[in-house]
C-alpha cells in the first residue's frame, strides 16, 4: 500500500518557488515597461520542462554562477501562471479571460509542457467553443503552420465545412495569413457559392493594399497589378466556369485587369458557349448543397417532436404556444395544432457568435423578432419580442411601439411564465448607435432587459440586465424608469448568457382550424 501526499508536496514545492536563496536561474519576460525578472531553480525547471533543459545547456553564466534566460515573447502575466503551474502542478483559470486562457495554452506548448497545453485545448474546445468561433482568424492565424494543436485543427476544420460564414464573415477575416486561406480554398467541401468566395478573395487582397482608393473608378494600371500580385496564390483556385453568367459582368469584369488574358477570354467563351472546349483548367464545382447556415423553421411542433429535431436549443413546443399567444394577445393560449406563426431561426449564439456586433449585422432590416436568452447558472430563461425592424444605422435612441413585450418562461424550477408589456410605447426599445454596438445587443426599456458586454462576448462577463425600479427602490428609482408593467426577474443583479436565440415571426399562410 502507497499513502500519496501530493497536495503537501505541491505546497511545497510552491514555497520553494518563493524562495529566494537557492535560486540559480533568472528569467527575464515581457517587453519595455512591462518586462519582469522571475527567479528559479534549474534542477525544478529541467526536469519539468524539456525545453528548458536544452535552454539551460546554452544559458549564459554570471560571476555567481546564476543563469540567466530570456523570454521577451511570453507576457509577465502568462509566465507567472507557467512558473507556478511548474512547480505546483496548479493552474487556477477560474477567473481567467479566455484570450489569456488561449495564450497560456499557446505558450505552454512553446515551453513544451504538453500536459498542461492540452488540458487547455480540450478545455477551450469544451467550454470556450463560440469564443473560437468568433475569433476564428485570430486562432487559426497562430496554430496553422503548427504540427501541434491537431484537436484545435480538427475543431475549425469541422466549422470550415459545416459553418464557412463564420470563417469569411468574422471581423478578422481579412488579417487570416494566406497559406491558411488557401488552406480553406482548395477544398472541394466549401459550402458556399463560388461568386461570394470571389467577393472574399477581393475584400481581403484589397485589404492587404490599404493604399488602394476607394473608389474603383480612381484605380490605375499600378493599383490592378498589385491586387493581382497580391492574389496570385488565390485567384487560380476560384472554380470560374461554375459562376452564373449574369454575375460574372456585375462582379468580375470590373477586375478584369487582375486576370491573365487567357483565363478571362474562356470565362467569357463559357458564358456564352459552355459547351466549346477552352484552354483553362476547368475545376469541380464545390459541394454547395447548404450554402448557407441553416434557418430552422416550427411550422409543426408535434413534426418536430416526433423526428427529434430541435428547432431550439432553448425553449420547447410549449413555449410557442405562450409566446404565440402573446403576441396575439390572447387571453388564452394556442393549442399546437393551431399555432398561426413559424419560428424562423436568424441567429443562435453557440453557432454564430456572441459579440453584439453579430446580432445587429445577422439581425439588421428584421421585424417580428423574438429574442430568447438562457441566464448562466441558472434554469431561467429571458427574452423580449419587438415588432419592429432592428436597424444598425439607427442615429440611436428610443424606439416607440405598442406591441412589444418581454418575458420570462417557465422552465425546470421556474414554474410559471412571467408576461410584461410595455407601458405607453414610447420608450419601448432602445436603439444604439454605431459607435455602441460593439457593447449593446437588444435593448427593451430602461434595461429591463438587455444584452450588453464589455467584453464582446454575452457569456463572458456579467453585464446583461433585467432591471426593475420597485417602490422605494432608491439605488434604482432615481436613475431608471420603468416602461413595461412589471419585473421578470426575482433579482436586479447583472448576469451572462449561456446561449441566446433569435427568430422571426413569420406568419403561416394556411387557414387555422
Known amino acids: 500500500m502507497a499513502f500519496k501526499f501530493f497536495d503537501k508536496l505541491s505546497q511545497d514545492f510552491s514555497e520553494l518557488l518563493n524562495d529566494k536563496k537557492e535560486y540559480n536561474v533568472i528569467i527575464e519576460v515581457d517587453k519595455e515597461e512591462n518586462k519582469k525578472l522571475f527567479t528559479a531553480h534549474s534542477v525544478v525547471l529541467r526536469y519539468r520542462s524539456s525545453y528548458f533543459d536544452k535552454e539551460l545547456e546554452n544559458a549564459t553564466t554570471n560571476g555567481n554562477n546564476i543563469k540567466t534566460i530570456i523570454k521577451p515573447n511570453i507576457s509577465a502575466q502568462i509566465f507567472e501562471i507557467i512558473l507556478k503551474y511548474i512547480y505546483s502542478g496548479i493552474v487556477d483559470i477560474e477567473n481567467t479571460d479566455t484570450k489569456t486562457i488561449y495564450e497560456l495554452m499557446f505558450n505552454a506548448n512553446e515551453l513544451e509542457l504538453k500536459e498542461l497545453s492540452v488540458k487547455l485545448e480540450n478545455y477551450l474546445i469544451e467550454s470556450k467553443a463560440s469564443w473560437l468561433k468568433t475569433h476564428f482568424s485570430f486562432v487559426y492565424h497562430s496554430i496553422f503552420d503548427r504540427d501541434k494543436f491537431k484537436d484545435l485543427k480538427n475543431f475549425y476544420n469541422d466549422i470550415i465545412v459545416k459553418y464557412p460564414n463564420l470563417v469569411f464573415d468574422s471581423e478578422d477575416f481579412t488579417s487570416l495569413q494566406e497559406t491558411a486561406l488557401i488552406s480553406i480554398l482548395e477544398r472541394d467541401d466549401l459550402k458556399v457559392e463560388e461568386i461570394k468566395i470571389w467577393d472574399y478573395i477581393i475584400k481581403w487582397g484589397i485589404a492587404q493594399n490599404p493604399t488602394l482608393p476607394a473608389d474603383l473608378k480612381e484605380w490605375t494600371k499600378g493599383n490592378f497589378k498589385a491586387l493581382k500580385i497580391t492574389l496570385q496564390q488565390c ?119 456572441f459579440h453584439s456586433q453579430k446580432f445587429w449585422n445577422m439581425c439588421d432590416g428584421h421585424d417580428g ?145
Open 235 to 353: 485567384l487560380p483556385l476560384i472554380r470560374y466556369f461554375h459562376i452564373p453568367v449574369e454575375v460574372i459582368w456585375k462582379k468580375m469584369k470590373p477586375y478584369k485587369k487582375i486576370f491573365e488574358e487567357q483565363l478571362w477570354d474562356d470565362i467569357i467563351q463559357h458564358s456564352i458557349s459552355p459547351n466549346e472546349p477552352i484552354t483553362s483548367l476547368i475545376l469541380p464545382a464545390r459541394i454547395i448543397s447548404n450554402p448557407e447556415l441553416p434557418s430552422r423553421i416550427i411550422s409543426n411542433p408535434e413534426l418536430s417532436s416526433r423526428e427529434n429535431e430541435s428547432f431550439s436549443t432553448i425553449i420547447k413546443n410549449d413555449h410557442v404556444t405562450e409566446l404565440s399567444s402573446w403576441i396575439d394577445q390572447k387571453s388564452t393560449i394556442y393549442s399546437l395544432a393551431n399555432i398561426p406563426y413559424e419560428f424562423q431561426l436568424i441567429l443562435r449564439g453557440s453557432r454564430d457568435g
Open 369 to 513: 423578432t423574438i429574442v430568447i436568452a438562457k441566464v448562466a447558472g441558472t434554469d431561467e430563461i429571458v427574452g423580449g419580442y419587438n415588432p419592429l425592424a432592428w436597424d444598425k444605422f439607427s442615429e440611436g435612441g428610443y424606439v416607440k411601439t405598442n406591441d412589444s413585450f418581454i418575458f420570462s418562461l417557465k422552465n425546470g424550477n421556474i414554474q410559471n411564465s412571467i408576461l410584461s408589456r410595455v407601458k405607453g410605447g414610447d420608450n419601448a426599445l432602445y436603439y444604439r448607435c454605431y459607435n455602441d454596438q460593439n457593447i449593446y445587443g437588444p435593448e427593451f426599456g430602461s434595461c429591463e432587459f438587455v444584452l450588453k458586454s464589455e467584453a464582446s462576448d454575452f457569456t463572458q462577463d456579467k453585464q446583461c440586465q433585467c432591471w426593475y425600479s420597485a417602490d422605494g427602490d432608491e439605488d434604482y428609482e432615481d436613475y431608471y424608469e420603468n416602461y413595461y408593467e412589471k419585473s421578470i426577474r426575482t433579482t436586479k443583479d447583472q448576469f451572462s448568457i449561456s446561449e441566446y436565440e433569435v427568430f422571426k415571426i413569420i406568419k403561416k399562410q394556411i387557414p387555422i382550424r
